[in-house]
Nanobody, 116 residues
Framework: QWQLVESGGGLVQPGGSLRLSCAAS????????MRWYRQAPGKERELVAS????????NYADSVKGRFTISRDNAKRTVYLQMNSLKPEDTAVYYC?????????WGQGTRVTVSS
């Protein structure tokens, strides 16, 4: 079955960096666009970044532009989110996502806490 497993979250000080990974299995990874979402406490889940199937095009939420970079390695069936210059407002659970038609698939999430 389709499976997405995120890793790489943790506690980091403001200004620090983290790299999240999302390992995919059970489907043809290279055929699908991939996305990272996040959900902060008490807030709705929001789209952070997306990348096309071949990695040729990326998009970012305004709040993370210039600080976050999404990338993918189709040979490793993995999508990444490099997060630099982290701010307390980046604190959230980060989720990997893809869609087949109108059916979304989600990982279990990885928690990122930015605090001194």
């Amino acid at each position: 079955q389709w499976q997405l497993v995120e890793s790489g979250g943790g506690l980091v000080q403001p200004g620090g960096s983290l790299r999240l990974s999302c390992a995919a299995s059970g489907f043809s990874f290279s055929v699908y666009d991939m996305r990272w979402y996040r959900q902060a406490p008490g807030k709705e889940r929001e789209l952070v970044a997306s990348i096309t199937r071949d990695g040729g095009s990326t998009n970012y939420a305004d709040s993370v532009k210039g600080r976050f970079t999404i990338s993918r390695d189709n040979a490793k069936r993995t999508v990444y989110l490099q997060m630099n210059s982290l701010k307390p407002e980046d604190t959230a659970v980060y989720y990997c996502n893809t869609e087949r038609g109108y059916q979304p698939y989600w990982g279990q999430g990885t928690r990122v806490t930015v605090s001194s």
